[in-house]
């Protein structure tokens, strides 16, 4: 069951989302090679939970097999949690990932989170050639119970059982970017996480209707209280200066994939307005709202007023620089800043 932070006594717990992105010039194994490195740091650095999330057919993310990476991820790490940030359930079927998953747990034990979501991860054209449901609401709620019931205790006269996975009771986590997975994970009480780093438009709404909707009382119920995270972009540095430099690559990134054209990450740019048209500039801003960016002090206070505005339990914080190394710097600076308790 995850842990109940108490909001108004600390600061929140914050955790890491890693897309394992490849920059420009970057091979994909040095991408899954800096991923690694991070792991380790924020593993060692204190932060709660380091999570990957799904992604096919991307210039951009290395992050499609996610089960795979986060048993990578096991071996070069000690105690951070490990999850799914997340599987996107309409891609496979509930018995594999309740193998999948349950091996893990078998191998590593309980350091694993199973995030799910109902989006394809991908563009149209891949999605269909990896499509095994629709993802509308009834049939993903179904196929969640399924799951669940595969890592849960054996069923007397089962035929069909996941094995490694049934026993293991790996926790779930519903994850949203609109209203319509806050409905599945409050029904059936689940422990719910907004994707507001990329999708800010509805997190309120979705967050009262979790609340709302949320019941502590059926079979299906992990947690006793409506338990929520959601996700920030993040970008620490020495200076508000170096901050906001080093953010144009992200920035540049959310440019490439809301207009289509998908690539490794860019370099900073010294100017975004010479380089892209002002029209997409505003697509960004837009897409990555939800964002602390800036020297130590500046970022802590946004992330406390965040989470105090939308009384979140927790922070997952992401974070893309063309250079890894500042990537892992910023999480440094942020977890000193928040007085993050060393592992």
């Known amino acids: 069951m995850p842990p109940h932070p108490e909001t108004s006594s600390r600061r929140v717990p914050l955790s890491v989302l890693d897309l394992a992105p490849r920059s420009a010039g970057m091979t994909p194994r040095q991408a899954l090679e800096e991923s690694t490195l991070l792991a380790q740091e924020v593993d060692e650095l204190g932060y709660a939970r380091f999570w990957m999330a799904e992604h096919h057919g991307s210039d951009t993310f290395m992050s499609s097999a996610t089960a795979l990476l986060l048993g990578h991820m096991a071996q070069h790490t000690s105690r951070i949690r490990l999850g799914s940030g997340g599987v996107m359930l309409p891609n496979h079927s509930p018995l594999m990932v309740a193998e999948y998953y349950g091996t893990l747990a078998t191998l590593y034990g309980d350091r694993f989170d199973l995030g799910l979501g109902r989006a394809p991860g991908t563009d149209p054209m891949t999605a269909a050639a990896l499509a095994r449901s629709s993802g509308q609401l ?77 019941r502590a009382d059926g079979a299906t119920a992990q947690v006793e209280r409506p338990t929520t995270m959601a996700g920030i972009n993040v970008l620490v540095a020495p200076s508000q200066e170096e901050a906001e430099h080093l953010f144009t690559t992200a920035q540049l990134m959310a440019i490439r994939i809301r207009s289509g054209q998908p690539a490794p990450l860019d370099p900073p740019v010294d100017d975004l307005a010479s380089a892209v048209p002002a029209q997409l500039i505003g697509l960004a801003q837009a897409h990555q709202a939800v964002q602390a960016v800036g020297d130590p002090a500046s970022v802590v206070a946004k992330l406390e007023a965040f989470a105090a505005e939308h009384e979140l339990d927790e922070l997952i914080v992401t974070t893309y620089t063309f250079d890894p190394e500042l990537r892992r710097r910023s999480y440094r600076m942020l977890a000193e800043a928040w007085g993050m308790p060393a592992a």
Not at 141 to 147: D, N
Not at 158 to 175: D, F, N, Q, Y
């Open 138 to 214: 009834n049939e993903f709620a179904s196929e969640v119970l399924a799951l669940q019931t595969y890592l849960g205790e054996p069923q007397p006269g089962a035929k069909v059982r996941a094995i490694p996975g049934e026993g293991t009771h790996v926790p779930l986590w519903m994850l949203g970017s609109s209203t319509g997975g806050a409905q599945v994970a409050g029904a059936l009480g689940l422990p719910f996480s907004f994707a507001s780093h990329f999708a800010p438009d509805q997190l309120r709404e979705a967050l009262m209707v979790y609340r709302d909707r949320f």
